[in-house]
């Protein structure tokens, strides 16, 4: 459908809102000029008037936050090339990987 459109509207820019990552890995190499997850956006937001709430300085939910976006940008990078949802499973902010962070450092 993507390429219909761009076929139709070559000088447009296409926006697409994707469900999940799933969704926007199955979109790689579409002619989209920006995408939003609408899972993820909500689950950050969510998030973040939690850690608010909790009483989180708001400079710390922000370099949380930031750190957040980084890291899934990594896993999804590596899932897209991959085609495996996975990889870098590493990466996740998980009570795991925070423990193996702890007992390594």
Known sequence: MLQAVNHAFPDAGIFVRAYDRRSLMRMAGAPVAGTV???????????????LNLGVDSEEVSRTENEYRRRDRERLHAQTVTNDLHAKQEVMFTQRNAAAAGEAG
Do not use: D, I, Q
């Open 37 to 51: 997850r609408e899972l993820l956006e909500s689950a950050v937001v969510m998030a973040r008037e939690a850690m």
